[in-house]
Nanobody
Framework: VQLQASGGGLVQAGGSLRLSCEAS????????MGWFRQAPGKERESVAA????????YYADSVKGRFTISRDNAKNTVTLQMNSLKSEDTAVYYC?????????????WGQGTQVTVSS
């Protein structure tokens, strides 16, 4: 499956952005979809994930209460709503999909989208 991410940009601290990730084909129920980010000089880190079948969500501690991940089954899309953005949220954000029980490294990855938060 190919993933197409969109929605990055430049925003002031405290503002909001919404990222979307569209899958090229209908996603199967037995997958997770998630968002990762990589800041300059840092390793890629998990931000949020959602299990497609039941909507269970997972968040990094650093974004809990500020970010919300959701899915739209009809549009094969996962959205990351980011509120109360901080300068430390600046990074390239990637969406990914993997089968339940497999590793993210074995899944599909979209191209990155830049999020820049100015302080």
């Amino acid at each position: 499956v190919q993933l197409q991410a969109s929605g990055g940009g430049l925003v002031q601290a405290g503002g909001s952005l919404r990222l979307s990730c569209e899958a090229s084909r209908r996603t199967f129920s037995s997958i997770y979809m998630g968002w990762f980010r990589q800041a300059p000089g840092k390793e890629r880190e998990s931000v949020a994930a959602i299990r497609w079948s039941n909507g269970n969500t997972y968040y990094a501690d650093s974004v809990k209460g500020r970010f919300t991940i959701s899915r739209d089954n009809a549009k094969n899309t996962v959205t990351l709503q980011m509120n109360s953005l901080k300068s430390e949220d600046t990074a390239v954000y990637y969406c990914a999909a993997r089968e339940v029980g497999s590793a993210w490294s074995d899944g599909s990855w979209g191209q990155g989208t830049q999020v820049t938060v100015s302080s």
